[in-house]
Antibody, heavy 122, light 110 residues
Framework: QVQLQESGPGLVKPSQTLSLTCTVS??????????WSWIRQHPGKGLQWIGY???????YYNPSLKSRVIISVDTSNNQFSLRLRSVTAADTAIYYC??????????????WGQGTVVSVSS | QSVLTQAPSASGTPGQRVTISCSGS????????VEWYQQLPGTAPKLLIY???QRPSGVPDRFSGSRSGTSASLAISGLQSEDEADYYC???????????FGGGTKLTVL
């Protein structure tokens, strides 16, 4: 079955760019009909959708983060990535990659990575 | 503050039926499907209900979802100790053009 695994630095300095990668195993990322997503959770808080890339094509973002975010898909390596620029302490969170679409619907995130903690600090 | 509103906490005793509510508006729950997630301590969320009332394979039928107007509910019957977790509702918001989550409800099994 499909599994997702996040990777990337656990510590980012303020004003720099946060870059994370999600590796997809057990299935092809370009198999069609999926929304490859990033979701974050601030410490002790609820979930916040960052955005997703649909079908290895168009990307859609949370309006509150849109000016700083890029989500892209690398089909050759079966990965998708998150780039969040100009980070501040408010971007400190657990970052999850997740999959939605196809069987369960565009906004039903049926597979999640285990999450990776990213701290923003000098 | 979250676009979807959930009570911060709920509780019940083993075997009891509990209901967790999620309140939204015409731009989200009122016109789009609702999903529910269970997040056990220290783990990633798990899809519990999709399309308002459908269960993915492997989710026990003790969990059920419903939607009425601009509100949705998650019901858990035959409450078990392992149901102690945070529960989140989620939908798409047509005005914000964004996926939106509720703030989460922490369920305690007494």
């Amino acid at each position: 079955q499909v599994q997702l695994q996040e990777s990337g630095p656990g510590l980012v300095k303020p004003s720099q760019t946060l870059s994370l990668t999600c590796t997809v195993s057990g299935g092809a990322i370009n198999s069609g009909g999926y929304y490859w997503s990033w979701i974050r959770q601030h410490p002790g808080k609820g979930l916040q959708w960052i955005g997703y890339n649909y079908n290895s094509g168009s990307s859609y973002y949370n309006p509150s983060l849109k000016s700083r975010v890029i989500i892209s898909v690398d089909t050759s390596n079966n990965q998708f990535s998150l780039r969040l620029r100009s980070v501040t302490a408010a971007d400190t969170a657990i970052y999850y990659c997740a999959r939605a679409g196809n069987i369960y619907g565009a906004n039903a995130f049926d597979i999640w990575g285990q999450g990776t903690v990213v701290s923003v600090s000098s | 503050q979250s676009v979807l509103t959930q009570a911060p906490s709920a509780s019940g005793t083993p075997g009891q039926r509990v209901t967790i509510s999620c309140s939204g508006s015409t731009s989200n729950i009122g016109s789009n499907t609702v999903e529910w997630y269970q997040q056990l301590p220290g783990t990633a969320p798990k899809l519990l209900i999709y399309s308002n009332n459908q269960r993915p394979s492997g989710v026990p039928d003790r969990f059920s979802g419903s939607r009425s107007g601009t509100s949705a509910s998650l019901a858990i019957s035959g409450l078990q100790s392992e149901d102690e977790a945070d529960y989140y509702c989620e939908s798409w918001d047509d005005s914000l053009m964004s996926v939106v989550f509720g703030g989460g409800t922490k369920l305690t099994v007494l």
